[in-house]
């Protein structure tokens, strides 16, 4: 088994809904998203996916994000913006931009600052 790994970020604000305490006011973060692949075997040149195209699908994932107000965004006009749900989103929607059967998301992380990060995989 292959896992790779890219990373991208984004600056972004957001305010926790329901949450007591100086989160619950918008603030912003300047995001790191990490995106974990595995595929069990490699295509006709030896790669699982190219490092490039796996960069370009995250970026196009998070630019509706980069420079917004989370809160404003779908599905966190219902959900809160926390790095869980973010997690999880990016997750959901880097799977439907793998056409490749050979691979899959393994896992995603989102980091809101150098010290806290949550990460969603399935199990």
Not at 45 to 67: C, T, Y
């Amino acid at each position: 088994m292959y896992e790779l790994s890219i990373e991208v970020s984004f600056s972004a604000a957001h305010q926790l809904r329901a949450y007591k305490g100086k989160c619950e006011n918008m603030h912003g973060h300047n995001w790191k998203v990490q995106v974990s692949v595995m595929a069990e075997t490699l295509n006709e040149i030896d790669l699982a996916i190219d490092f490039h195209d796996l960069k370009r699908m995250a970026n196009e994932v998070i630019a509706p994000l980069d420079h917004a107000f989370l809160n404003d965004i779908f599905p966190f006009t219902e959900k809160n913006p926390s790095s869980e749900n973010m997690a999880k989103w990016i997750f959901d929607t880097m799977k439907k931009k793998i056409t490749d059967e050979r691979v899959r998301v393994s896992a995603v992380s989102v980091w809101e600052s150098d010290t806290a990060s949550a990460t969603y995989y399935e199990s």
